[in-house]
């Protein structure tokens, strides 16, 4: 009866960070195969739209390659038996060996009151803070260049500013395939859109200007930005004044980068570089539009940084139409930034420093907070690979195709003592190297809430029952916590209970200083949650329906109150090309998948889009290596190898590939592009340097 009430007909979809309303075919649910989902006419995200992925969501549901039940080294068992077993091997480990010895490591697809109930225990119970998530493969560094300039990570634009501007650069962004729906309402708008990107794309085909740059030059770009428009005088000298600091010392770091060297250094003309900085100084309302292309390098929070210190530069911030705007690729990335998910954070955004940790402890009445970071995602499987780490809990996620370097993650995890992988799906890279399998609920039977790139927290709402055994991952991680001894703070019923308590954390001892704070939706009831709106945070006494814009008022979180520029010194990628790896090799998502398609690759019609691994190389380099168009070929870099075909394509520059982010060994031999990646990182954030790798190829 819960289950057909007619409020749970509106949910979320669980791709991308877009987080799009959808609507779910009442009648048909009784047949999970035959539903049939529509966009929500009434979500403020996308007003009844959805790309393709969302509209055959139905397609994909079903329990055929479902995880139905706990398996302990290979055999199905009950729960009790799986449990137990985990919760024994935790307490052994701790004991010994410290809590340092267990860590998870968690998802951007996990709801936020997984996120919020697995980052309690972690960081409040068992002691220590390693707990990272695969959320820092994706934004982290976005998060660290909110922070430096605004002193909090808090996202300062909404969509709605995409129709409002006249001036939407994207960079680093194929916004066409990977956030279909913002694209076309950066379309509806009618803005000019400049296309910062390497490579041509859908997007940039229909841009008013794309600037091909060299691969990792962005940096250098905004710095020659920075300093064009000090040259021009077409900064905004009264904002600069009232609610920055640190310009003098940035334009110092930029000044060097004049038109004529800036073209040379990003590999594109003088006159398309000048057309793009006139368009910027001249047009108010500009969006800088900005994901995986920027973040995910060796100095993506500099990139991210240099972007902001332009916005501030021309007062572009915290007004309709204008601002830089870092747009996640999960549906809840930004769900568990609120919540601690990231292992240098703590939860509601608060710091590692004593007044957190005192304040936290005292809220969850926790025994012992972790005192310092944990490690952050590749240094924490760098640990799993040492034998420091001797259990790691993974949820919802398959790091064995996701992680840089993704071979040696392999085989660390298959030589640590205890991995647990708690997913909807059987079959995985990740799964195959499990001792234990637990079963949990996906989209459709999952219940909680999600919050999207504009800040707004959404309803996922089941109307599916749990398919055999399946349980919530919270309700798995409480588990864990209660047979651990924490019984009485890991007493949840419903996720309502945890959101009430997350809200409750988020507004206590807040007096204006932490961006996050959705404290009047401390009280929450059940029913008020079932019928919870989507709304964006902050949610409190000032804003009470929620804020569409940040930073109106030109206050921002830094002690001062105001906006840091930051000087940026641009780096180039810190792995380079050579004599034995001449190529650059890119990679990011195709149009219609996700991730590693262990949902999207179960709809036909996803599939038909492209189904191999497609390697893109420019004619002249595929006449070089005598390589004709569908011919298997081998990219190989200094880590790993894989397979594709062959795709001849101007939209390559040549010297440049680039490979779909989606195969895994489940799906094809040898065909998983991070297997190529090395392990360098962004020396604030942590985030992997997937954009740019050394690589070279042959003929098959
Ligand atoms: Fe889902 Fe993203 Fe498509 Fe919206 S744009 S329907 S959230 S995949």
Redesign the pocket.
Known sequence: KELLSARRSCTT?P??G???GVKVNKEERVNPTAIRVNGDPQHPS?FGH??V??STLGETLGEHGRLLRPRLHGEECDWETAMSFVANAFARNIDEYGPDSVAFYLSGQLLTEDYYVANKLMKGFIGSANIDTNSRLCMSSAVAGYKRAFGADAVPCCYEDLEHADLIVLIGSNAAWT???LFQRMQAGGAKLVVIDPRASATSEVADLHLAITPGSDAALFNGLLNFLAQHNQIDRHYIQQHTQGFETALASAQHWSLQQTALNCGVSVEKLQAFFWLFAKTKKTISFYSQGINQSSSGTDKNNAIINCHLATGRIGKAGAGPFSITGQPNAMGGREVGGLANILAAHMEFNMDAIDRIGRFWRAPKVALTPGLKAVDLFRAVESGQIKAIWIMATNPAVSMPDADRITAALRKCPLVIVSDCVAETDTARCADVLLPATGWGEKNGTVTNSERRISRQRPFLAPPGEARHDWQAICDLARRLGFTEQFDYSHPVDIFREHAQLSGFENSGSRAFDISLLGQIQREEYDDLQPVQWPVNNRNPNGSARLFRDGKFFTESGRANFVPINPRAPEQKISNAYPLWLNSGRMRDQWHTMTRTGRSRKLLDHSEIAEIQINPRDAHKYEIKEGNLIEVRSAHGRMYGRAVLTEAQKPGELFAPIHWSETLAQEAKVSALTGTAVDPFSGQPEFKQVPVKLQLL
Do not use: E, F, S, T
């Open positions: 979809c791709y991308c877009v987080g799009c996308n959805l790309c992925k969302g956030h279909p729906i």
